[in-house]
């Protein structure tokens, strides 16, 4: 399960190891194609090769990294062929999670959607780079998730917004409207916390398929 650990649980080493080296995947700062040294990933997260080995084990399940016979293993390749297919299931999926987040979240989900929400009233594109604002896209996405209270429909849409970053990433030099994609969900977010499960649905419907078309007019 994606979500965060519960209040004062301690995260076992190969999740440590998974969090990280998924999220250096999705964002491309581990290049597709690039060969994957369990080793080095070791070193650079301070633990040892169990926990990498655990951990590339549900990252090639995921598609973020592919293994050869004989050869290794090595960062998936992005193709934006997937990006169709990625749509279809995100299109169905995040409508019905935004809807089970606004009866379902929490205080504490509430406030944590809340905080979000004023992060993205403090976004300036002109301060905030790329790089920052596809990270508080991840949070906001992985919020709403959590705050569905279903593991399998969290775990589901976290694989497949994970797979669409990376075709975001991929062409995020072309994306001329970073800062007002991300600021979408500003209004998604005040219609969770409102409870009002048709608006977040239908908001969160438009937001993929502005995702797609956004990428699709930029290849």
Not at 16 to 41: F, K, S, T
Not at 70 to 84: C, E, K, S, Y
Not at 120 to 130: C, E, G, I, N
Request: proline share 4%; charged share 25%; net charge negative.
């Amino acid at each position: 399960m994606q979500q965060t650990a519960a209040e004062g649980e301690e995260l076992s080493l190969a999740e440590r190891a998974y969090r990280a080296i998924r999220d250096r995947l999705v964002m491309l700062e581990i290049r597709p194609g690039a060969p994957i040294n369990e080793e080095q990933l070791g070193q650079s997260l301070g633990v040892g090769r169990t926990p990498v080995r655990e951990a590339l084990k549900r990252l090639q399940y995921e598609r973020l990294i592919t293994t050869y016979p004989r050869r290794g293993t090595f960062a998936a390749d992005v193709n934006i062929t997937d990006l169709a297919h990625i749509s279809e299931v995100r299109q169905e999926l995040e409508p019905l999670a935004a809807a089970q987040a606004a009866r379902r979240a929490t205080t504490t989900d509430r406030a944590t959607l809340t905080a979000l929400r004023q992060a993205l009233r403090s976004v300036d594109p002109r301060r905030d780079d790329a790089t920052a604002l596809m990270h508080l896209d991840l949070k906001v996405h992985r919020a709403i998730y959590a705050a569905t209270h279903n593991p399998y429909l969290e775990d589901t849409l976290v694989r497949h917004d994970n797979l669409a970053t990376r075709i975001w990433c991929l062409f995020i030099d072309r994306l001329s409207d970073m800062s007002g994609h991300v600021g979408e969900h500003g209004p998604l977010i005040e219609a969770i916390v409102a409870g009002d499960a048709d608006t977040a649905a239908g908001l969160a419907r438009s937001h993929v398929m502005g995702f797609e078309r956004a990428i699709r007019d930029a290849v």
